[in-house]
């Protein structure tokens, strides 16, 4: 799609009247949206078709007048579409790129499209479709990442790995109730999107500059054709808002910062020192210095995109916080912001469902760390609870000088003999061995929503049956 620079100091062909020149060159720049907004011109057109087709029904335009604005619009469409369509930086943006190609394909009808409309409804309208669109999009790859985690989740319902809390080994999970947490994650994500989509299904079109219209127009009638909900009830409101394009940008954060804190486990997994994952060669990368290497560099670069999406929403609520109502040129900053970060959000999902479908989980080294760090420390304490009745905080203090004395051994709890157990409390038998071992750890673990598998495959059924 090219874009022409053809400067001439006569005025603007489209609201030109009262000026005597052409802006100046760096007015033009500053001014023009055209980079960017070209984005727009489907939502553009579509919008467009829409309105004329109510102002003809409304018998505000004529249907022959209605007829070849259509036509010119279908048109325009497939030029652009075919990378035949000179966009001009003088004709600022892509509404008025549009109309001017319009007049020139078939005349004056063209004039009569911008009846009733003004482009502050018209950009509020292209925006949020785009955005509609966006959130669409992101609801489905939000749906296959859970579908790859669920699968994973299916697999390892069995596997155990360390439990972390302050990536200290906590308690042993499986590797199915891990790749679950996030589930829970990316599914209220989505539920957040799909929020979203309703909030924003209310066709602006018709607000026109800020106070409605004195022509008969038919609001519910684009609003259909357009596939909203309603019309938005609020003129100055319409074109004063962008909370559509924030909501989209806030979601984007919160889906990024879950997605970061995956690339950094898998970042941290896929060390030598760790070796619970390995990522495809399609994920990874080589150092062109050191052969041996092979970087989670996917997965560094989305820990990264969830800083520009941070950016993106930071600046979108700057520019918002100060403006009175309604509209102003102000908010053509907008686009770019939710542009990049839809770009950025995208690469961010499309790249880990990619990577948790294809990484190789390595099952014995997650077993053998699960069973390091004590980590059924609080399964001897749950033991000496429930087999020889002692309160909590004394089982604690107990389990403490066990792990004392295996640390001082350089052996695990299971590998304390029971003479040992014995000499720190005399009610210990031969049956805590039971507990000791990470599957006994954790198939005990049966409350609701916890690590036991069968437990895990109840949520698994619960997800299944919403993905
Ligand atoms: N390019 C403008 C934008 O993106 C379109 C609306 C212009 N409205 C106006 N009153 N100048 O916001």
Redesign the pocket.
Known sequence: MAESNTDTKSSNQMWGGRFASGPDAIMEEINA?IGF?KKLFAQDIRGSIAHATMLAHQGIISAEDKDKIVHGLNTILSEIESGNFEFSRRL????MNIEARLATLIGPAAGRLHTAR???D??ALD?RLWVKEELEKTERMLTGLIAAFLDRAEEHAESVMPGFTHLQTAQPVTFGHHCMAYVEMFGRDRSRVRHAIEHLDESPIGAA?LAGTGYPIDRHMTAQALGFREPTRNSIDTVSDRDFAIEFLSIAAITGMHLSRLAEEIVIWSTPQFGFVRLSDAFSTGSSIMPQKKNPDAAELVRAKTGRINGSLVALLTIMKGLPLA?S?D??E??EQVFDAAESLELAIAAMTGMVRDMTVNTQRMKAAAGSGYSTATDLADWLVREAGLPFRDAHHVTGRAVALAESKGCDLAELPLADLQAIHSAITDKVYNVLTVEASVASRKSFGGTAPSEVRKQIAFWRARN
């Open positions: 949206s907004d600022e943006d892509i509404h003004s482009r502050n018209q950009v925006f500059a509209y040129k908010m053509q907008d686009k």
